[in-house]
T-cell receptor, first 117, second 110 residues
Framework: GAGVSQSPRYKVAKRGQDVALRCDPI?????LFWYQQALGQGPEFLTY????????KSGLPSDRFFAERPEGSVSTLKIQRTQQEDSAVYLC???????????????FGSGTQLSVL | RKEVEQDPGPFNVPEGATVAFNCTYS??????FFWYRQDCRKEPKLLMS???SGNEDGRFTAQLNRASQYISLLIRDSKLSDSATYLC???????????FGTGTRLQVFP
């Protein structure tokens, strides 16, 4: 596709429900990132993949959060037993890393706005 | 203390004004620096990279001061279309993850 695609665009969940958020990166992009953005805040890093390998998951807030990218393209962020504090916009971004270059541009999707009631 | 800190603003300036934003970062090993722009309810987009020698892109000038660990963005001749949130972004030496600041909101009025 032309850009990073995320679905659903909006998700309303009842507290305790499990949710799955999908990200389709730009074709050929090796790196994929998940960020969480609360209202009025900057994006907070959650996790990062290079192809299918999850290289950094230090930002996942709890063991209720799980991400995968089994074939090195589409990624899914799963949140189990959602809590109200999980309400945020979840942004996915992809990039083609160019080693030694300062032009490390992330292409973001439009995000999934999650509301937990 | 957050790894990247910015004044959240808002900065309210008239069209044609010059406005400057600063950002400080705490990790002295940080390697790469960027400014991203985020419009209301939209995704962030890269505005410009920040080079050690300073760099300019049209009306936008970015500066890096490694000794003081701060980054600046100067916008000259502000346009209404510059109204957005400007995110300061830092990348470490041994990592690919980008760390974002809270963002500084700019509102340009006629």
């Amino acid at each position: 596709g032309a850009g990073v695609s995320q679905s659903p665009r909006y998700k309303v969940a009842k507290r305790g429900q499990d949710v799955a958020l999908r990200c389709d990166p730009i074709s050929g992009h090796v790196s994929l990132f998940w960020y969480q953005q609360a209202l009025g805040q900057g994006p907070e890093f959650l996790t990062y993949f290079q192809n299918e390998a999850q290289l950094d998951k230090s930002g996942l807030p709890s063991d209720r959060f799980f991400a995968e990218r089994p074939e090195g393209s589409v990624s899914t962020l799963k949140i189990q037993r959602t809590q109200q504090e999980d309400s945020a916009v979840y942004l996915c971004a992809s990039s083609w890393p160019t080693q030694g270059s300062l032009n490390e541009k992330l292409f973001f999707g439009s995000g999934t706005q999650l509301s937990v009631l | 203390r957050k790894e990247v800190e910015q004044d959240p603003g808002p900065f309210n300036v008239p069209e044609g004004a010059t406005v400057a934003f600063n950002c400080t970062y705490s990790n002295s090993a940080s390697q790469s620096f960027f400014w991203y722009r985020q419009d209301c309810r939209k995704e962030p987009k890269l505005l410009m990279s920040v080079y050690s020698s300073g760099n300019e892109d049209g009306r936008f000038t970015a500066q890096l001061n490694r000794a003081s660990q701060y980054i600046s963005l100067l916008i000259r001749d502000s346009k209404l279309s510059d109204s957005a949130t400007y995110l300061c972004v830092v990348k470490g030496r041994q990592t690919d993850k980008l760390i974002f600041g809270t963002g500084t909101r700019l509102q340009v009025f006629p």
